[in-house]
């Protein structure tokens, strides 16, 4: 069975300082891994997903993560937040070559960016 | 394109009363899925479906029912809705077989209240 752990339900940042939203995972096998941002009142929107190949991912609006198979992470981070980067993120999870078998998503971490 | 739509953006029921959440999607997606979001709870599966004529069951499936006729549609119908109902629903599509990896697309939800 494939699982999603967000440890942390909120995460607060200053503006212009680094955040890190935090993802560990667990799948047999490879997993195919995304990032979802979902401001208020609005549906998820895909960020990044890490699929094969290197380990560090780029995404919309400067956000990157990286993917570690040993410590099965695939932290969030971003060098600078923005107060407009305040929203609820969703790490998900797909096993590689897994068929049409659905995402498994995490309970999501509030970040706020305070200015 | 429009994207994922779903229809009504809110909706109050009474407990018993029996509705259809509408799904559509003009990107030719093969595979479309429903989600409920409670507080707490992240994202969680109740149906989806792999092509027309396909569908299948997710982690909450009981009360609810699904049928894929069209690519295109994917409606969810509440059978007899119960005060536990109450969530923002979320419609997904994405194209392809699960093994390539691609990112689903979400609609902007359904938030239902049952009284």
């Known amino acids: 069975a494939q699982s999603v752990a967000q440890p942390e339900d909120q995460v607060n940042v200053a503006e212009g300082n680094p955040l890190t939203v935090k993802c560990t995972y667990s799948?047999?096998?490879?997993?195919?891994l995304f990032w979802y941002v979902q401001y208020p009142n609005r549906g998820l929107q895909f960020l990044l997903k890490?699929?094969?190949?290197?380990?560090l991912v780029k995404g919309s609006y400067g956000f990157e993560a990286e993917f570690n198979k040993s410590q099965t992470s695939f932290h969030l981070k971003k060098p600078s937040a923005l107060v407009s980067d305040s929203a609820l993120y969703f790490c998900?999870?797909?096993?590689f070559g897994a068929g049409n078998t659905p995402l498994v998503f995490g309970k999501g971490t509030r970040l706020s960016v305070i200015a | 394109n429009a994207g994922v739509t779903q229809t009504p953006k809110f909706q109050v029921l009474k407990t018993g009363q029996s509705m259809t959440l509408q799904c559509a999607q003009d990107?030719?997606?093969?595979?479309m899925s429903w989600y409920r979001q409670d507080p707490g709870m992240g994202l969680r599966l109740i149906h989806y479906?792999?092509?027309?004529?396909?569908?299948d069951q997710g982690e909450v499936p009981n009360g609810y029912n699904v049928s894929r006729s069209t690519t295109e549609d994917f409606p969810l119908r509440l059978l007899s809705a119960a005060p536990s109902q109450t969530s923002v629903y979320f419609c997904?599509?994405?194209?392809?077989?699960?093994?390539?990896?691609?990112?689903?697309?979400f609609g902007p939800g359904t938030r239902l209240t049952v009284l």
């Open positions: 799948v047999s096998g490879n997993p195919y």
């Open positions: 479906s792999v092509g027309a004529g396909i569908t």
């Open positions: 990107m030719n997606h093969e595979y």
């Open positions: 998900a999870v797909r096993r």
């Open positions: 997904a599509s994405s194209s392809g077989q699960g093994s390539v990896g691609n990112e689903q697309f």
């Open positions: 890490y699929i094969t190949g290197d380990n």
